[in-house]
């Protein structure tokens, strides 16, 4: 039926209809967008159904021409008729005209359409926290006789399951991650160094312990992000327990493939990316950009804070342990004046003090480490995730796009080579293989020009999950003024208690004067 209706018979009404719900890259129109269209009539909805029966098609949408047999069909029901095609091939008139309203008004039907628009996320921070929470312990194991091997325990709380991992397994998964998902933003590894000999120095164990906390945060990203999270590489990752997990999850990748052979929206990307992509790609990079520059200040500042909270939580000790060493001397005391030196008493009671100059210390240190892990490591979360994100658009503009270009340089080329050896009237034998060899190249132009598409489509979803993390910002802010809030009370009543025993000891000393009190 598709081929008796010709464009030029169709009235004028039907165009107009056309043009105002066709794809902006193509005339075709969405399955979804049609339906509305025939939501918008009064149709009952086993009519409706009739109708998009007889004109849908397996990919998802409508050509000119079937939209044209739909709206036909439409003004067939709406004049008490039956939708059916073999009423259309009997028609000798102009095809009757449907009562949709202005054409103009139905363009808010293909508005409608970014709603269940694949390329929209509508996901919430909470919805991603929730996904899963990894662990990521260190378990240091002797592996021979000069050096030792750091072996990770790795516990997903989705999964209900602890695996043991080297640094070298999650090296191949990182590995596969990109060749799987080189379109999406996955966070780098922390660097790998080779350790000399058993750890020994701090310096080696701070560096452990930092990349304990980064190989977490990778993890943590990974098994949150809402494609990575229900791929069956992750998952074998996450809860396989042999010792041949490098091989299992090379398996698991050959298996699926690229992202791009996979995905269902992959060849339509185009179809469903907005109109100044590229304005909007170029937008949300540079703001994103300048949200990583003001996080890494944040992140700077609160390791700073939460290091000077340690180090004052070291010289409250060592303060507390200077005048329990004082207190302590055994030494006497000689008399040098007629009055009796109330240092003998004293002493004892100073050497007290050192208990609360410990507890104090305490406070101190573990407001520090409290920061550290709820405040500084958070920030890093979402500075691992935002330097991924620059990754990703610089492995899109060097990667995708640069051979994307070079492809259609390489056809321009060989298009001037062609015309040459038509013009010199060259061997056909030639002719025919420049010809066999620009058909390749166009069909690799096209794909080429197809993953670039999907490329900005997953370019475009990362984006939005980049401001769907923003929000931790708050989580952070109150996580940081609870921790002050707490750390000020708890080392309060320790002060308020020492300057409670100070009065004492000041008065019980000869009648020396106390310390002053606290201001009002």
Avoid at 338 to 351: D, N
Avoid at 436 to 463: D, G, T
Wanted: glycine fraction near 4%; proline fraction near 4%.
């Amino acid at each position: 039926m598709e081929g008796d209706i010709n464009e030029g018979s169709v009235p004028s009404y039907y165009r107009e209809v056309h043009q105002a719900i066709c794809s902006r890259n193509d005339e075709r129109v969405h399955i979804n967008v049609f339906q509305r269209l025939l939501s918008r009539t009064a149709l009952s909805v086993t009519v409706q159904n009739q109708v998009t029966e007889h004109v849908k098609s397996g990919d998802g949408f409508l050509s000119k021409v079937s939209l044209y047999k739909g709206l036909a069909l439409i003004a067939l029901a709406q004049q008490g008729k039956p939708p059916s095609p073999k009423l259309l091939e009997n028609l000798i008139q102009e095809l009757p005209k449907p009562q949709l309203g202005d054409p103009k008004e139905l363009q808010s039907l293909k508005l409608q359409l970014v709603q269940e628009n694949p390329l929209m996320l509508s996901l919430t921070l909470a919805e991603l926290l929730s996904k899963d929470t990894i662990k990521v312990e260190l378990i240091p194991e002797k592996k021979g006789l000069f050096l030792k091997h750091v072996e990770y325990q790795v516990t997903s709380e989705r999964f209900k399951v602890s695996v043991y991992r080297r640094y070298s397994d999650f090296d191949v998964f990182h590995e596969l991650l990109l060749q799987r998902y080189a379109y999406r933003v996955v966070p780098a590894l922390p660097p790998k160094r080779v350790l000399k000999g058993v750890l020994t120095s701090m310096s080696e164990r701070e560096f452990i312990e930092g990349r304990r906390r980064a190989l977490g945060r990778f993890l943590n990203l990974v098994a949150r992000h809402p494609f990575f999270s229900e791929d069956e590489m992750v998952k074998t990752f996450l809860t396989f327990n042999g010792s041949d997990v490098q091989t299992k999850i090379r398996d698991a990748c050959k298996k699926m493939g690229d992202e791009f052979m996979t995905c269902k929206y992959a060849t339509q990307a185009k179809d469903y990316l907005p109109a100044d992509i590229q304005v909007q790609f170029s937008s949300s990079r540079e703001l994103i950009r300048n949200i990583h520059s003001s996080f890494q200040k944040l992140r700077d500042r609160a390791e700073r804070m939460a290091e000077r909270l340690k180090e004052n939580g070291t010289d409250l000790q060592m303060f507390g342990k200077e005048l329990s060493s004082l207190g302590s001397d055994e030494s006497p005391v000689p008399v040098l004046t007629s009055c009796k030196s109330p240092w003998s008493a004293l002493k004892q009671s100073v050497k007290g003090l050192s208990v609360e100059f410990s507890l104090l210390s305490e406070k101190a240190a573990q407001q520090g480490r409290r920061e550290e892990d709820d405040v500084v490591e958070k920030l890093n979360l979402f500075l691992d995730f935002l330097q991924s994100y620059r990754d990703l658009c610089e492995r899109h503009e060097k990667g995708v796009l640069h051979e994307h270009q070079r492809a259609l340089q390489k056809y321009s080329v060989m298009k001037r080579q062609m015309m040459s050896a038509t013009a010199q009237s060259k061997e056909q034998i030639s002719v025919e293989h420049l010809e066999s060899r620009i058909v390749q190249q166009e069909n690799a132009i096209q794909a080429m020009e197809l993953r670039n598409y999907f490329s900005l489509f997953c370019l475009h979803q990362e984006s939005q999950l980049i401001f769907t993390y923003l929000p931790i910002t708050s989580h952070i802010l109150g996580v940081f003024v609870d921790s002050q809030v707490q750390g000020h009370k708890e080392m309060g009543e320790v002060w308020q208690d020492l300057h409670s025993k100070l009065k004492i000891i000041f008065r019980d000393s000869n009648g020396l004067q106390s310390p002053p009190l606290s201001p009002k």
